[in-house]
């Protein structure tokens, strides 16, 4: 078993649709909890950090941590085409910035227009 | 303020070969990471350097090694190259001490086609 699983998609959504992206992690260590952006043939940029359990928004961006079943999500609203990429989630077991991070595999994602 | 920087872009190399990746840190930042991103893949993380030293590892064999030059740039070494080395190579910069991993910032990545 992996220490973080995430479904790669693809993904498909009209625009304008919500989109819920998820991982399940098996390393209850893990503390600090990020969510990345990779457009293609770029460098994962991050959306969203957070390291408790509840929720967290930002614009149209909601990151939500459920530490007892050990799953994260990323939502996001109003969905617009420029928002198709792969998302990634990441993991580690400090905030440090010298803690390597653990990725998911990524979802990719595509908003139709 | 330019970000991190990696060179080059793209390399093809053949089996066996050795390839050397570039890295320039964000301005300001004094600790370099570097993750192996295979295709359909999430990033793996490879090793870190601080202050010219290896600080941390992850699983991956000694062909693979680093180095960190005083004004914090760093390049990463593959020997022997193997057709699984083909990925794209991820170098993240972070400032060491109160950073946290927001602070992390990487750069575009350098594609290596072993063939």
């Known amino acids: 078993q992996k220490e973080v699983e995430q479904d790669p998609g693809p993904l498909s959504v009209p625009e304008g649709a919500i989109v819920s992206l998820n991982c399940t992690y098996s390393?209850?260590?893990?503390?600090?909890f990020m969510w990345y952006r990779q457009y293609s043939r770029k460098g994962p940029e991050l959306l969203m950090y957070?390291?408790?359990?509840g929720n967290k928004e930002d614009g149209r961006f909601t990151a939500q941590v459920d530490k007892s079943s050990k799953y994260i999500s990323l939502f996001i609203r109003d969905s617009q085409p420029s928002d198709s990429a792969t998302y990634l989630c990441?993991?580690?077991?400090?905030?440090?910035?010298?803690?390597?991070?653990?990725f998911g595999k990524g979802t990719r994602l595509s908003v139709i227009a | 303020d330019a970000g991190v920087t990696q060179s080059p872009t793209h390399l093809i190399k053949t089996r066996g070969q050795q390839v050397t990746l570039r890295c320039s840190p964000k301005?300001?930042?004094?600790?370099v990471s570097w993750y192996q991103q295979a295709l359909g893949q999430g990033p793996q993380f490879i090793f870190q350097y601080y202050e010219e030293e290896e600080r941390q590892r992850g699983n991956f064999p000694d062909r693979f090694s680093g180095h960190q030059f005083p004004n914090y740039s760093s390049e990463l070494n593959v020997n022997a190259l193997l057709l699984g080395d083909s990925a794209l190579y991820l170098c993240a910069s972070s400032l060491a001490g109160l950073a946290t991993n927001e602070k992390l910032f990487f750069g575009s990545g350098t594609q290596l086609s072993v063939l």
């Open positions: 301005s300001g930042h004094d600790t």
């Open positions: 957070t390291y408790s359990s």
């Open positions: 390393n209850s260590a893990f503390q600090y």
């Open positions: 990441a993991m580690s077991l400090s905030p440090s910035g010298n803690t390597p991070l653990v």
